[in-house]
Every structure is written in C-alpha cells, then in structure tokens.
C-alpha cells in the first residue's frame, strides 16, 4: 500500500569511564555528529539516499540560479519598492513604492523586506534581488522532501521535491521577485508544521504553523487563507488528541495567525494617514480597504475598484483575465504553466484513498495525502471560479501540492500494483498524462514538434509495463519509462524557462502559444506575434508592436515622445495623446506598455533627473509605478509614481501635486503612463497630468516629454 513511516533512533550519551554515568558530548564531537548527519542523514538511512537529496537541491540551485542576471530588474513594480527599502527605513517598513514614501505598493512587504535587506548587504543589482527568490525555491524542495520522508520511502520524497522544482511555473516565480515566491514557502512550511502537529499532538506545531500562515498573509494578503480550512480539518479530523484539546489547538493556532499577520496591519492603520505613506491600490488609504476589495473579495468577485478592467465573467462571457470554470487551469497558456499532471494528481489522489481506507483515523500518511490534496483542490477551484484578476503565474501556489500528490498517490499504486484494477488504474493515467503532453506541446506549434512523439510514445510503453503483473526485472524499466512519460514534458519546459530573460509585471513560463494572453519578458510580447505566449488571440486580440502605437482596452493612442518598455520589445512611440482604459491622459501613452512594464531612461535624461538631486524630495513624478520605476532604477533617486499600480488611485489628489510643486518638492514631470478614472477609481492622475501640460513647457530629453516643475 503507502510506504510505512521510519523511526528517528537518538544515539545515547556517552558514559563516563570513571563514574559511570551519562555525560554529554564534547561541543566538538556534537558538532562532527552534526556534519554527519548532513552528509550522511538518519542512522537508518540507505548510503545513497542523502547523496541523492544533496544532489536534488544542488541541481535545484542550479536551475533557478542559471543566468539569473538576463531577466535584469524582472518586476520594475517591486524591485523600485526594494530599491526604496534599501535606503530608507520607513519605507522598508511600510513597503513604499519610493524613498520618499508617496506610496506603498499594492501588497504587504514581506516578501519585499527580504530583497531589500539583501541589497542593504550587496548593493542593488539583478543578482541581490533574484537570488533570495531562487533560495526560496531550494528551501522549498527541501522541505517538501522533509515532508514526505517523514513518512513515506526517500524515493517518494525525492519524487516529490523533483516535481516540484521542474515544474514550469514554479522555475518561473522562484526566479522572479513578486511576492508568490515567499507565499508558496510559508505554505509549504504551513503544511509541514501541521503534519507535525497531527503527528505529535503537541500544541507548538499547529502554533507555529499559525505563524507562518500569518507571514504568508503579510506576503499576499487573502490568498494565505485558502490552505486554512485544511489545515484545520485535517488537524481536526486527524489529530490524535481528545475533541477539546484540538478545538483549543485550533484556537490557539487561529490566536497565533492573527498576531503574526495582524501586528503590521494594527501599525499601519493606527499611524495617522498624514504620517505614513498613502495604501496603494485602495481608494481610501485602508490597508483594510485592499484586503477586502482590491486584493481580496473582488478577486473573486470582480469587483475591483481602480483595475484596469473587469474579470472574466461566466464561460460564456469571458474578459481580460479569461473565461472561468472548471477547465480554465487546462486551458491556453495557463495548461503549460501547472497542468502537466494535474489530472493524474486528481485520480491518485482518490485511488491512494481508497486504498487506505482502513488506515486509522491518526495515520500520518493518509493526513499527508489530505492536507496536500485539499490543499490542491480548494486552490485549484478558487482559481477555476475567481472572477477578477488572474495571471497564469499564481498558479505556483499549486506546486507544492501537486508535487506530494502525484508523488505519494503514484506510491500507493505502485505498492499495490498486485490488484489487477491498481495496475489497469495506473496504466490509464499514465496514457492519459502523455496524451495530456501531446494536447499542451501542440499548443505550441513550432517548439521541439518532436518532443510530444517521444513522450506519447514512453507514455504508451510505460502503461503496456504497467498492465503486467509484477516482476522484479521490469521495475527498473517500468519506473524509467514512467517517469520520462511523465516529466519530460515540463522538464522540458522548464528548461526553456530558466533560459529566457522575463521583465514586466505579467510573465508566464514556456514557450509561445497559441491563444495564449502571454506576458511582458525578454522577447516576450503581451498578446504581440512572436512574443512568448502571445501570439495568435493575444491580448484583446490586438497585438502591440515594438516601438509603435499599442492597442489597449478603451482605446487606441500614441505617446508624446515617450520612450518605454512596451510588451513584445522596447521603443520610442511618437507624439500624441493617448486613450487608456478609464480616461485620457494628456501626454500619456497609448497602450499597455507603461502599465505593465517600465519606463526607459537613457543616459542623458538619467543625468538630467540626478542633477542637483538632494535638493528635492521627489526628483520626479510619473503617472503609474511602473512608468516611475524605470527612472528611480536608472537614478536610484525617489520619483513619485502618481496613482499608483494602475494610475487610478488617488495619490497625491491635484491640490497635493500642486502644493508640494509650490513647496520646490518635485523637480521634473516625466510624460507617459496609464492613468484615469478606470473601474470607478480616481482621476487624479489625468487631472494631474492635464494641470502640468497647460501649466508648464514641455523639453524632450532622449525621446521623453519632460517638464521642469521649477520653471
């Protein structure tokens, strides 16, 4: 059936030869007993197996360490917030978008506090920011290992953390600086820490589990809590503790998630709004108002106050973000991204039940398969059925559960592969993943058209092996065969991955597909031809070239002079004023560009903004964070990112802009951006906007409109 657990032995205190009794090892001897059991792992332990882990978590390393400098600042939006934190403590507190402190980003700054101390110690640079992501990611494996060896065989750890590294998603994320690489190693430890509870009944577990589902909180706001009913049921159902005493578990680790995640919040909504910095992405300066709305129910919902625009709506209808539904993890780009195995991790997760149905209600290896099967599903249907905004990348929150699901499920078919129905059940959902392949590898047309051949054929020979009975020689082959038709697809995958630069605000792993929304990264176009995942049916169905005039939804329209980095490659787009989602912006850019990847400085306008820089506090403002962040990487100087993420909210409102321009507080207007009244929010940046091109003259400064403020 399921692997039996492996008892830890504690190797007795040595004795004294004089007196005879127990004396504690000599630091050094604990110290050489320590190195040891790294090198050598568990007494009990084959010689092989942690040899193997080392090396899993050194090819780990490598994947997402590899050219990690090409995809440069990756997420301009974060890594200016980084930049901010790095030198400044109030904004490395409150996760401010600039040193200044005009505005925080649109999430909490756990995930950016980690970076920024980084920087602090090395400097800012592409390595300093991405390399405490692709740690996370070694951790990560790790601890799935840690996870499942507990209680199962080191092959089916090692299976499990070796899903999950090559999964293409997770290659992606871990090697990019959003917040969804934090969030999925508190998870992970979340479900770690549970499974110890459940195993050991001992309160500490299920507290410290709180604690890091509080930090996931502090990482991604509301998304931390889809784990929470399973933890608790399965702690519930499964502990091997009285009712009282896991109600009062529950209670307690409920006492320990609202402390760790709610410290923060009590600071930052005590702090008079006039001594912190404005909340990005809320329209009434509440952190309360984000995570509720923005950033929380109107994920969900749809209803998101100041997004570009509204969600997917039913199937029928579609939107932006895609249609839901029960495909929709299976469908266009998003299919590349997780669902490799997705449908074999559903039907072993299920027959892995039923196999152990008669295990007793404490059994540690039934609660593993719980707590990582629910875990998947919960995700995976709120995903499904979220209305507002989605991007393929959130689906790494599925990773790790993916990983032990398909590990542990596929280990309790193996060990019962003497029941005829086990070993027809398992010869099924192998062809059907290889069949699965072929559908995701034909999406894209014209990458490795060879590869889906040779996968459905290992998928066809590994479900003839798995239809006969048992024999000692063919298991070699058997689990060979098994694991090329299951994994090479997004191995393979995830090796195109880690060998593309990605940047923008929106990325998605893997080759160019058709149908897909694709996303902004090294040759990467959103919804442009040739660009990764975006090709045929992009964006809206209109594609955006490099350099030129850019469809965006609400409208058509050029930029003055303003040079940014555009989906699908980077150029100067000439004059005009363009239509965003929302309103006009007078000076604005015409297309998804400025909103989604970050503004250009060239040398010369560089220079311009650094001139005299400590004479203000802003060097300059920009409408949007991402159009701000380019010009405060290049500088290292604060500039002011006017509304926000989305350009929508309202910080600072006209009267604000005006005064701190009356104060001598703001040197430099740079054209550009997406601003406007978008999904109901504020027009304070079209306002703001409009004000400076009646009231000041324009220079361009290589390719950019800017205007001097002080003049």
Same mark, same amino acid.
């Given at each position: 059936?399921?692997?039996?657990?492996?008892?830890?032995?504690?190797?007795?205190?040595?004795?004294?030869?004089?007196?005879?009794?127990?004396?504690?090892?000599?630091?050094?001897?604990?110290?050489?007993?320590?190195?040891?059991?790294?090198?050598?792992?568990?007494?009990?332990?084959?010689?092989?197996?942690?040899?193997?882990?080392?090396?899993?978590?050194?090819?780990?390393?490598?994947?997402?360490?590899?050219?990690?400098?090409?995809?440069?600042?990756?997420?301009?939006?974060?890594?200016?917030?980084?930049?901010?934190?790095?030198?400044?403590?109030?904004?490395?507190?409150?996760?401010?978008?600039?040193?200044?402190?005009?505005?925080?980003?649109?999430?909490?700054?756990?995930?950016?506090?980690?970076?920024?101390?980084?920087?602090?110690?090395?400097?800012?640079?592409?390595?300093?920011?991405?390399?405490?992501?692709?740690?996370?990611?070694?951790?990560?494996?790790?601890?799935?290992?840690?996870?499942?060896?507990?209680?199962?065989?080191?092959?089916?750890?090692?299976?499990?953390?070796?899903?999950?590294?090559?999964?293409?998603?997770?290659?992606?994320?871990?090697?990019?600086?959003?917040?969804?690489?934090?969030?999925?190693?508190?998870?992970?430890?979340?479900?770690?820490?549970?499974?110890?509870?459940?195993?050991?009944?001992?309160?500490?577990?299920?507290?410290?589990?709180?604690?890091?589902?509080?930090?996931?909180?502090?990482?991604?706001?509301?998304?931390?809590?889809?784990?929470?009913?399973?933890?608790?049921?399965?702690?519930?159902?499964?502990?091997?503790?009285?009712?009282?005493?896991?109600?009062?578990?529950?209670?307690?680790?409920?006492?320990?998630?609202?402390?760790?995640?709610?410290?923060?919040?009590?600071?930052?909504?005590?702090?008079?709004?006039?001594?912190?910095?404005?909340?990005?992405?809320?329209?009434?300066?509440?952190?309360?108002?984000?995570?509720?709305?923005?950033?929380?129910?109107?994920?969900?919902?749809?209803?998101?106050?100041?997004?570009?625009?509204?969600?997917?709506?039913?199937?029928?209808?579609?939107?932006?973000?895609?249609?839901?539904?029960?495909?929709?993890?299976?469908?266009?780009?998003?299919?590349?991204?997780?669902?490799?195995?997705?449908?074999?991790?559903?039907?072993?997760?299920?027959?892995?039940?039923?196999?152990?149905?008669?295990?007793?209600?404490?059994?540690?290896?039934?609660?593993?398969?719980?707590?990582?099967?629910?875990?998947?599903?919960?995700?995976?249907?709120?995903?499904?059925?979220?209305?507002?905004?989605?991007?393929?990348?959130?689906?790494?929150?599925?990773?790790?559960?993916?990983?032990?699901?398909?590990?542990?499920?596929?280990?309790?078919?193996?060990?019962?592969?003497?029941?005829?129905?086990?070993?027809?059940?398992?010869?099924?959902?192998?062809?059907?993943?290889?069949?699965?392949?072929?559908?995701?590898?034909?999406?894209?047309?014209?990458?490795?058209?060879?590869?889906?051949?040779?996968?459905?054929?290992?998928?066809?020979?590994?479900?003839?092996?798995?239809?006969?009975?048992?024999?000692?020689?063919?298991?070699?082959?058997?689990?060979?065969?098994?694991?090329?038709?299951?994994?090479?697809?997004?191995?393979?995958?995830?090796?195109?991955?880690?060998?593309?630069?990605?940047?923008?605000?929106?990325?998605?792993?893997?080759?160019?597909?058709?149908?897909?929304?694709?996303?902004?990264?090294?040759?990467?176009?959103?919804?442009?031809?040739?660009?990764?995942?975006?090709?045929?049916?992009?964006?809206?169905?209109?594609?955006?070239?490099?350099?030129?005039?850019?469809?965006? /939804? !609400? $409208? #058509? *329209? @050029?930029? +003055? =002079?303003? %040079?940014?980095? &555009? /989906? !699908? $490659? #980077? *150029? @100067?787009? +000439? =004059?005009? %004023?363009?239509? &965003? /989602? !929302? $309103? #006009?912006?007078?000076?604005?850019?015409?297309?998804?560009?400025?909103?989604? $990847?970050?503004?250009?400085?060239?040398?010369?306008?560089?220079?311009?903004?650094?001139?005299?820089?400590?004479?203000?506090?802003?060097?300059?403002?920009?409408?949007?964070?991402?159009?701000?962040?380019?010009?405060?990487?290049?500088?290292?100087?604060?500039?002011?990112?006017?509304?926000?993420?989305?350009?929508?909210?309202?910080?600072?409102?006209?009267?604000?802009?005006?005064?701190?321009?009356?104060?001598?507080?703001?040197?430099?207007?740079?054209?550009?951006?997406?601003?406007?009244?978008?999904?109901?929010?504020?027009?304070?940046?079209?306002?703001?906007?409009?004000?400076?091109?009646?009231?000041?003259?324009?220079?361009?400064?290589?390719?950019?409109?800017?205007?001097?403020?002080?003049?």
């Amino acid at each position: 059936m399921i692997a039996m657990s492996v008892t830890v032995t504690t190797p007795p205190a040595s004795v004294s030869p004089t007196t005879g009794a127990a004396s504690a090892p000599r630091p050094g001897a604990r110290i050489r007993s320590a190195l040891r059991r790294v090198v050598r792992g568990r007494e009990d332990a084959a010689r092989w197996e942690r040899p193997a882990l080392l090396g899993l978590l050194a090819l780990t390393a490598l994947l997402y360490l590899w050219d990690l400098a090409a995809s440069g600042y990756a997420n301009s939006f974060y890594s200016a917030a980084v930049q901010a934190g790095s030198v400044n403590w109030e904004a490395f507190f409150y996760g401010s978008s600039d040193a200044a402190n005009s505005i925080t980003v649109d999430k909490p700054p756990a995930s950016l506090w980690i970076m920024a101390l980084s920087v602090r110690l090395f400097g800012l640079s592409s390595w300093s920011i991405l390399v405490p992501e692709a740690l996370m990611g070694v951790a990560t494996v790790a601890i799935v290992y840690a996870t499942v060896r507990r209680r199962f065989s080191a092959q089916t750890a090692l299976l499990a953390g070796g899903v999950l590294a090559i999964t293409p998603v997770a290659a992606l994320m871990f090697r990019f600086n959003n917040p969804d690489a934090l969030l999925v190693l508190l998870l992970t430890l979340s479900a770690y820490l549970t499974l110890r509870g459940i195993e050991s009944g001992r309160l500490r577990w299920v507290v410290w589990a709180g604690v890091a589902v509080g930090f996931a909180f502090l990482t991604k706001q509301l998304q931390a809590f889809l784990i929470l009913p399973v933890l608790a049921g399965v702690y519930l159902a499964m502990a091997p503790l009285s009712w009282r005493k896991r109600f009062l578990h529950l209670f307690a680790a409920l006492g320990a998630v609202i402390v760790s995640a709610g410290w923060w919040v009590a600071i930052v909504e005590l702090v008079p709004a006039s001594l912190r910095p404005y909340i990005g992405g809320s329209q009434s300066n509440s952190f309360l108002e984000l995570t509720f709305g923005y950033n929380g129910l109107g994920r969900l919902t749809g209803d998101e106050t100041g997004s570009v625009t509204g969600g997917g709506g039913g199937r029928a209808g579609g939107g932006m973000w895609g249609q839901t539904g029960i495909l929709r993890l299976f469908e266009n780009e998003i299919g590349g991204q997780i669902a490799w195995l997705l449908p074999a991790a559903l039907v072993v997760f299920v027959v892995a039940l039923v196999l152990g149905r008669r295990m007793a209600r404490t059994d540690g290896r039934r609660a593993t398969l719980l707590v990582f099967g629910g875990w998947l599903i919960v995700t995976a249907l709120a995903f499904s059925f979220m209305v507002g905004i989605f991007h393929a990348y959130y689906t790494v929150a599925l990773a790790p559960a993916l990983a032990v699901t398909v590990a542990v499920g596929s280990s309790a078919l193996w060990l019962a592969r003497e029941r005829l129905w086990v070993r027809i059940v398992s010869a099924v959902v192998v062809l059907g993943t290889g069949v699965w392949a072929w559908v995701l590898l034909d999406r894209a047309t014209d990458w490795l058209p060879w590869l889906k051949v040779v996968v459905l054929a290992a998928a066809i020979v590994a479900a003839v092996l798995l239809t006969l009975p048992p024999r000692r020689a063919l298991a070699a082959a058997t689990i060979a065969t098994t694991l090329v038709a299951g994994l090479l697809a997004p191995l393979a995958y995830t090796i195109q991955t880690v060998t593309t630069a990605h940047t923008g605000s929106i990325v998605t792993a893997g080759p160019t597909v058709a149908g897909g929304m694709g996303g902004p990264g090294g040759a990467r176009g959103f919804g442009a031809p040739g660009g990764a995942n975006g090709a045929a049916g992009g964006f809206g169905g209109q594609g955006m070239p490099p350099g030129g005039a850019g469809t965006a /939804p !609400g $409208g #058509t *329209g @050029t930029a +003055p =002079g303003a %040079t940014g980095t &555009v /989906p !699908g $490659g #980077t *150029g @100067t787009v +000439p =004059g005009g %004023t363009g239509t &965003v /989602p !929302g $309103g #006009t912006v007078p000076g604005g850019t015409g297309g998804m560009g400025s909103l989604l $990847g970050a503004g250009t400085a060239g040398s010369q306008l560089a220079a311009l903004l650094k001139a005299d820089a400590s004479s203000y506090t802003w060097v300059a403002a920009a409408v949007g964070s991402n159009a701000a962040a380019g010009y405060q990487l290049a500088t290292q100087q604060p500039v002011m990112p006017i509304g926000g993420f989305n350009g929508s909210d309202p910080s600072p409102t006209l009267a604000q802009f005006k005064r701190y321009v009356s104060e001598g507080r703001i040197h430099y207007f740079i054209a550009g951006g997406v601003g406007g009244q978008a999904n109901g929010g504020s027009s304070s940046s079209s306002e703001i906007a409009a004000w400076v091109a009646d009231t000041f003259t324009a220079q361009t400064v290589d390719g950019v409109t800017v205007y001097d403020l002080t003049q």
